[in-house]
């Protein structure tokens, strides 16, 4: 996420802040110093974005070379652009993108930036203009938009479903690497019981976010530390010899672990690694400029019979198998994180047979 709060808490300053880090034009982030005349132009942009991995545009600024130029005044406050931008949406682009707009106002003169967060749509494609074209980002400078080619079609039919497979794939990959883990460990992973997965990813993967040799980078900046073994696209830390927790370069992060011992279910080690997997998951989408929805997937196997034991109580748990998920935006995990991990904790609870005083 280029910004470290909701859109609708951005200050000015917070634009000027982020626009010093000269962070250049890419597949997700956009400058421009005016409101486009080319209505249609600008909902090329706007439409790319939907289409693609979602992104955000900031107008206001000079660029250079792709990057954003200095000064960083923002341009003449304008009270009709957010309607003004709300309008080419409807009128060039179909089905219509939902968008968020920020207008960041200088308190000191009568200067502003515009933020135009767009995610990743599921309402794809997106078809601009009267010839009805569907455009895709490239990040590239000479063409930073393109028309999407036939053989990447197939990634915006049909709500986006050849992306709905690769994220199949991506999980069900995930699960087979920790049950080669289990294997590696003299264990039948049909055998294991108490198995817990926490798994976020993108919830319409369609390409690599980042190269696969920058993962062992990310992985120290984000704070895990540790022997790594790579596999395809990704790379696996054994955190302890019960759980592991991997990383991708399509945007997969999946911590894995067996929790139960001699039938008892261990809660509060759950818990606690649950939470500190969400945070990590915060610092990594973070890391990717990521800011489009991901599918959250809570999965607890083979816990039918198995005891949970909080302090001087016991209770038994009743459900064999618990999957909980839900979309959930990174900036949710960056700016709201103890809030949301509570209530994932405590859904997740009650399917445990744990009462309200226990949570």
Known sequence: ????????????????????????????????????????????????????????????????????????????????????????IQNYIDPVVFVDIATCKNPKNNNMFVVVNIPQSNLTPHLVGPLKRAYVRTGQASRPETIVHPNNLPWLLDNRRKSNNLRHILVDKGEAHFDNY????????????????????????????????????????IGLNGTFNTVQDGLILQISKQSTLEINSYGLLMYKATLEQDGIFDYKRFTEEAAKTLKIASDFYRELNFISPLLMRIKLAKVRGGTIKIA???????????????QVYPIVLQTGLADFARGVLEEVSWALNLMPDYL
């Not at 590696?184 to 696969?212: A, H, I, W």
């Open 312 to 326: 001087a109580q016991k209770k038994q748990i009743i459900e064999d198998y618990i999957r909980l998920e839900k």
């Open 1 to 88: 996420m280029f910004f470290q709060k909701p859109i609708n808490q951005l200050t000015f300053e917070d634009v000027r802040n982020f626009l010093k880090q000269g962070v250049p034009e890419n597949t997700m982030l956009d400058y421009k110093l005016l409101l486009p005349k080319n209505n249609e132009k600008f909902a090329k942009t706007i439409a790319a974005f939907a289409n693609s991995l979602g992104g955000t545009i900031i107008i206001g600024v000079k660029d250079e070379h792709d990057k954003p130029k200095p000064p960083f005044n923002g341009v003449q406050v304008n009270t009709k652009i957010r309607g003004q931008i709300e309008s080419i």
């Open 182 to 221: 289990l294997r590696s460990l003299s264990k039948n992973p049909d055998e294991v019981r108490g198995v817990c997965t926490l798994l976020l990813t993108p919830m319409y993967p369609q390409e690599p976010l980042r190269d696969f040799k920058e993962l062992p980078s990310i992985a120290r900046k």
